[in-house]
Nanobody, 115 residues
Framework: QVQLVESGGGLVQPGGSLRLSCAAS????????MSWYRQTPGKEREWVAS???????NYADSVKGRFTISRDNAKDTMYLQMNSLKPEDTAVYYC?????????WGQGTQVTVSS
């Protein structure tokens, strides 16, 4: 089993920045991919970004150029640096780890972008 705990969410003004963290514990090995998703009420969960075991990254078009996904293997932690935040970035953000054949989700952290 893998346990994931997100942190770093909060209230920020448009144009501001936040850094989310996803700390992993448990049986962490052979993680093929780590991702961030987000969800707003009444909508499906939306993929935001992924980082793979080789270090390559992918981003949704809506966040490309503004968000940066990274990881610190020594700390078993993944990050999402979010810059130039917009009101439409408001959502609950979830991290997800994939270790074939299992997916593990965190509990989510709220990000609210509002003036």
């Amino acid at each position: 089993q893998v346990q994931l705990v997100e942190s770093g969410g909060g209230l920020v003004q448009p144009g501001g920045s936040l850094r989310l963290s996803c700390a992993a514990s448990g049986n962490i090995r052979s993680i093929q991919a780590m991702s961030w998703y987000r969800q707003t009420p009444g909508k499906e969960r939306e993929w935001v970004a992924s980082i793979f075991s080789q270090g390559n990254t992918n981003y949704a078009d809506s966040v490309k150029g503004r968000f940066t996904i990274s990881r610190d293997n020594a700390k078993d932690t993944m990050y999402l640096q979010m810059n130039s935040l917009k009101p439409e970035d408001t959502a609950v953000y979830y991290c997800r780890y994939y270790s074939n054949p299992n997916y593990y989700w965190g509990q989510g952290t709220q990000v609210t972008v509002s003036s």
